[in-house]
């Protein structure tokens, strides 16, 4: 497997040998943020994309054909459009908050960018706390999603505040629980020792019946922490015409409409990393030949080959099912999934404490 | 700046729009203003996304509304031309599709909801209800024609017209959007505001 | 029918009767809410069903006339009554014993000014509070420059007026619609949920519904008014503009009650054919019910496959009729124009495929755990509520009421046609939703036995080209695609109607919904608007 860390490493010494530190740092961390940026961008364009074709072929429909070859340029279109539309001010709404909730949402999946091991050596920071930190960061997204419910002024922005709240928070628990059950399986925070631990087989694979149980809750979790039907609840179109960017137009709303594909890409991100072995190729153990040809498949293929196949399970999820009402939505993760999800973690505690696993 | 002779959408002939004089017009007048190339080109690929984007808002009152959902379905399936992201929320949509009769006491709402649209917005009055009253004409409480209450840029004859015909009326008004320049020249937003001046909402 | 006539004589001696083909009893104004409720509330007549209230206007006295049925006997009884003067005529409200008709009172009062003495709720249905005149008196200029269309916001009020009398005064008092403290969402009319422009003024605690304030009118076009000015055949054209999923359904009831006036004999062939036509509308309805319904509940593409079925109808009915939606098909004495020559291949092959796409439906949707946790015992709606609120069709039959009008009063050839009545008893949106798919496989049925046995003949009846009807009054109820449509006309003997009433069935439908939402969630409101299944410009006419 082809190590970037040769590359990144070579590019640090590089300018360290004629740059004081400092400016190294800053270069480093501009080149990061701009090449951040990029990816950021691209990856949203083509999940709005990607969303819109396969909404469209579950539908019998062709989807967007027209705009660049096969549809692709449709998106940027989009965006174009985007940018120039007029940023409506309002009177009566908290103007600060007002401006300040779509920065929020965007910020916090960029953030979470920043530790999505992307391949060999090709993450931004690896530190020993990489999981947690993922999970702290994505919960910020809450606090735009509620910001901008409640400075907009308007009753259906509030109610979908609201229930986003409540719904972010309570699902948050069954993410955190289940991600948990494989930080317990795996032995380490750190997302580099993750997907290390991987490298003979995925945790999807290696860790029983528990690792599919937690699998499974974290897809459901992981649906509604992105706001995705059938938990799409807070921007449920036929109830709250848009939920809580109702009030928003032009780029704040296409914030919120970026953040919500990243978002999606985050939680896929993330299960690919949990149980997918993330950039980590599809090794069996035993078969030497096999493993050396998936070797040569590079590594961030592998991984975002692998969320956006997650992404196509979520994706399918939301075109498939009808919403779920809000107290269903709450009493299935407060009597169902959290009791499970609680019995699961004491089960994978049994089976790393007895080492009866692969 | 030169602009093409032939404004069309893609893999449309142009020959494929009738009267294309209101077109040729417009085209007349940007020639014999002129621009810079750099604001030029901007526009340029300010129009392409414009014009490649038209979102519309969920809006219908009667049965022009359901050949609208038609529009959306499989067979005539408006998302080949990128226009299926129906906003429910009008700040987010960019024209409004006045599908049906407007009434005396709807009036009032569809120009709400006509302010609330974000710039640039653009109105196509889809079937003969939106456009003189159609067989209500006579009638006590319906507003004949929309264009008393909001300036409309496309209208689509018919009752209820086909989703061909709508598909047609979009693509105008894509065809329309390409030729304007969003800085400055022939710009209807000019026009837009003649209108509101002409009809306008007193404040409280 | 004498039966009916003797108990009444019984106790209302000075009730005049007016034999025809629906018994009518002239009752002074005053007596009124003893007569209705005697009809109500006797055994051996037991008129539990309001059908529709007609307002009148005769000139020197306004008036009304109630026709009620008999759900349990299947008889059918209509009443009028009238006052004299136009300044303040005033009648008593029935208001207390059938919960419709406080709604069908209002559009009275809205449309004749006639006000109801005791009826709590006495706004306009339709029209603003500052609309002047009553649109449907003989005497109302339709070119009223104070009624000109405006883009000022209409003036609202939050109070509701209630008459009545004192000392023989009339005497005004108002309630407030809303308590101070609620928390008022306002849902539509511009709202994806509401299917076109109606508008629910919700107060809710927290998400739990309190109560609902349904405003219409958003699309009120006067067509009752417009008839008036047109000839017979000239006014068919508007029901394909109510109802827009009914339209041969509405069709076949006004073309039904004309004939019925002028005594034109319908050919075998045309009523053939507008049986055929009446249930593919049905299964077209039903099926993008089905479609909305489940998009209304976030499961949007379930729309797209039920539009299949019905672009499929479509094309069969545009080759046929030359339209896609406002067909204009039938017309009195028969249809306008002879099948096409592929339609019975063409149906044929729709009925082929359309097990297949139900069993597709069924599977997608219905067995899901989150579509009937959505669904099973939301928005109920008891049997003596259904028709206590007149709710008929495929949402009263999901309530256990079986009020078909193809079987309780059939019509054309369904006589002869075998088929079930559809009748459920949960009275939930699940039997709501359950009633239809049962409806689309009785429809398919109908269609299926006598598609090959239509007969060779005349497509359309000689008739006269200038139409008169004699004078008199005729009452013609047809089974729509959302219930019980009825059609009342009046002649004085010329060319054009005097009054035509057209009693639509979803008008019934959104009046329930503040009954039923009550204690339950926003989100149900969604439910149980998309199971009931109105259509906006059937309502507001």
Same mark, same amino acid.
């Given at each position: ?17 004629? =740059? ?24 949203? =364009? ?69 530790? =999505? ?20 960061? @994505? ?11 409640? @400075? ?37 925070? @750190? ?70 594909? =990243? ?47 997650? @992404? ?47 | ?204 | ?171 005004? %008092? ?19 949920? %509401? ?39 000239? %006014? ?306």
């Amino acid at each position: 497997m082809f190590d970037f860390s040769i590359i990144t490493e070579w590019l640090n010494n590089l300018l360290n040998s004629f =740059l004081p530190g400092w400016l190294t740092t800053t270069i480093e961390c501009v080149l990061i943020g701009v090449g951040l940026l990029l990816v950021y961008a691209l990856l949203a =364009l083509f999940y709005i994309y990607y969303e819109r074709k396969l909404c469209a072929a579950f539908q019998c429909r062709l989807g967007p054909d027209r705009v660049g070859p096969w549809g692709l340029l449709q998106s940027f279109a989009d965006m174009f459009k985007m940018l120039i539309k007029e940023l409506i001010s309002l009177n009566h709404v908290d103007k600060f908050l007002f401006a300040l909730a779509p920065y929020l949402v965007i910020i916090a999946s960029m953030l979470a960018f920043a530790v =999505l091991p992307w391949g060999n050596g090709l993450q931004i920071i690896d530190f020993n706390i990489g999981i947690f930190f993922l999970i702290a960061v @994505s919960s910020i997204g809450v606090l735009g999603i509620l910001l901008a419910g409640w @400075s907009s002024n308007n009753k259906f922005t509030l109610i979908g505040a609201l229930r986003s709240g409540a719904q972010m928070v309570s699902y948050e628990l069954s993410v955190g629980l289940s991600v948990l059950t494989m930080v317990v399986f795996a032995g380490s925070m @750190s997302i580099g020792d993750i997907v290390q631990a991987q490298d003979h087989l995925w945790f999807l694979f290696s860790g029983h019946i528990p690792a599919i149980i937690a699998f499974i809750i974290y897809l459901i979790a992981g649906t509604a922490e992105t706001n995705r039907g059938p938990f799409d609840l807070p921007e449920a179109e036929s109830e709250l015409t848009a939920g809580y960017h109702t009030e928003y137009s032009g780029i704040h709303f296409g914030f919120f409409y970026l953040a919500e594909y =990243l978002n999606l890409f985050i939680v896929s991100g993330t299960a690919a990393l949990l149980f997918l072995g993330g950039w980590m190729p599809f090794h069996i153990p035993g078969w030497e030949s096999f493993n050396h040809i998936m070797d040569y498949i590079p590594g961030v293929i592998w991984f975002i080959g692998k969320a956006i196949a997650l @992404s196509f399970v979520i994706i399918w999820f939301k075109w498939t099912y009808p919403r779920l009402r809000i107290d269903q939505l709450l009493s299935l993760e407060w009597k169902y999934l959290l009791p499970i999800n609680l019995f699961n973690l004491v089960l994978m505690v049994l089976i790393v404490v007895y080492g009866i696993h692969l | 700046m030169e602009v093409k002779d032939q404004i069309t959408t893609k893999s449309m002939p142009y020959e494929a729009f009738k009267d294309n004089e209101y077109i040729e017009k417009l085209v007349q007048e940007l020639r014999d203003s002129g621009t810079n190339v750099l604001v030029g080109s901007l526009d340029k690929l300010i129009n392409w996304g414009r014009s490649n984007s038209i979102w519309p808002l969920t809006f219908a009152t009667s049965c022009c509304g359901i050949e609208f959902v038609s529009l959306g379905a499989a067979r005539f399936d408006m998302a080949r031309f990128g226009w299926e992201v129906a906003r429910a929320s009008p700040r987010q949509a960019d024209f409004i599709m006045v599908a049906g009769t407007i009434v005396n006491r709807m009036a009032p709402v569809l120009r709400r909801l006509y302010d609330q649209l974000a710039e640039p917005k653009y109105v196509i009055a889809c079937g003969s209800c939106a456009i003189s009253g159609g067989p209500f004409r006579k009638s006590y409480h319906v507003a004949r024609g929309i264009e008393d209450i909001i300036p409309v840029d496309v209208f689509v004859p018919g009752c209820p017209p086909r989703p061909e015909a709508m598909i047609y009326g979009i693509m105008q008004l894509s065809r329309k959007m390409k030729v304007e320049k969003f800085f400055g020249g022939v710009n209807r937003q000019e026009s837009q505001k003649e209108f509101l001046r002409q009809h306008p909402i007193d404040k409280e | 029918m004498a039966n009916i006539k003797d108990i009444v004589a019984e106790r209302f001696s000075q009730a005049s009767v007016e034999e025809g083909e629906i018994m009518m009893f002239d009752i002074p104004s005053e007596k009124v809410h003893e007569f209705a409720q005697f009809l109500r509330d006797e055994k051996e007549l037991a008129f539990d069903y309001l059908v529709t209230i007609v307002g009148m206007d005769w000139g020197e006295r306004l008036g009304c006339i109630y026709y009620l049925t008999s759900t349990e006997h299947k008889t059918h009884v209509a009443f009028k009554t009238s006052v004299e003067g136009r300044e303040h005529p005033a009648i008593p409200s029935i208001s207390d014993l059938w919960a419709i008709a406080g709604i069908f009172e209002r559009e009275v009062y809205d449309f004749f000014g006639i006000i109801f003495l005791n009826n709590p709720d006495m706004r306009r249905l339709f029209l603003s509070v500052d609309w002047v005149g009553y649109p449907l008196r003989k005497d109302y200029d339709m070119n009223d420059k104070a009624n000109e269309v405006s883009i000022e916001n209409e003036r609202q009020t939050d109070d509701t007026y209630e008459y009545t009398m004192k000392d023989g005064k009339i005497v005004k %008092t108002e309630h407030a619609v809303f308590k101070p403290e609620d928390f008022v969402v306002n849902i539509g009319p511009q709202h994806p949920a %509401t299917h076109g422009v109606l508008r629910f003024r919700t107060a809710v605690d927290g998400e739990t519904i309190k109560k609902i304030d349904v405003y219409m009118g958003y699309i009120h076009r006067g067509v009752e008014k417009l008839c008036e000015t047109l000839a017979y055949p000239q %006014t068919l054209h508007f029901m394909d503009r109510l109802d827009y999923f009914s339209a041969h359904n509405y069709h076949h009831g006004l073309c039904l009650c004309i004939e019925k006036a002028a005594n034109i004999e319908v050919p075998l062939r045309a009523q053939y054919i507008r049986v055929i036509m009446d249930e593919l509308s049905r299964i077209a309805s039903h099926c993008l019910f089905i479609g909305t319904f489940c998009m209304d509940l976030g499961a949007t593409t379930m729309l797209f496959y039920t539009l299949r079925v019905r672009e499929q109808i479509l094309d069969i009915m545009e080759k046929t009729c030359g339209a896609r939606m406002t067909f204009n098909y039938d017309c009195i004495g028969g249809v306008m124009a002879d099948l096409d020559p592929d339609f019975v291949k063409d149906v044929k092959d729709l009925l082929a495929t359309l097990p297949a796409n139900i069993k597709e439906y069924n599977k997608l949707f219905t067995g899901n755990v989150i579509t009937k946790n959505r669904m099973i015992g939301v928005g109920h709606l008891s049997r003596k509520d259904a028709i206590s609120w007149s709710v008929t069709g495929p949402s009263g039959r999901a309530s256990g009421w079986a009020c078909d009008v193809r079987k309780t009063d059939p019509y054309s050839i369904y006589p002869e046609l075998d088929f079930e009545q559809v009748v459920m008893t949960e009275g939930d949106s699940y039997a709501r939703f359950k009633c239809r798919v049962a409806e689309i496989e009785q429809s398919a049925h109908i269609i299926e036995q006598i598609i090959d046995k239509i007969p060779e003949g005349d497509y359309c009846a000689k008739v006269p080209k200038v139409l008169k009807l004699p004078e008199g009054r005729w009452f013609q109820l047809v089974e729509g695609c959302r219930g019980v449509f009825g059609i009342y006309i009046e002649s004085d003997g010329s060319t054009k109607p005097y009054r035509l009433k057209i009693a639509p069935p979803c008008l019934p439908l959104a009046a329930v919904v503040d009954h039923i939402t009550e204690g339950q969630k926003i989100a149900d409101l969604i439910t149980i608007g998309g199971s009931l299944d109105y259509i906006v410009p059937d309502i507001d006419r």
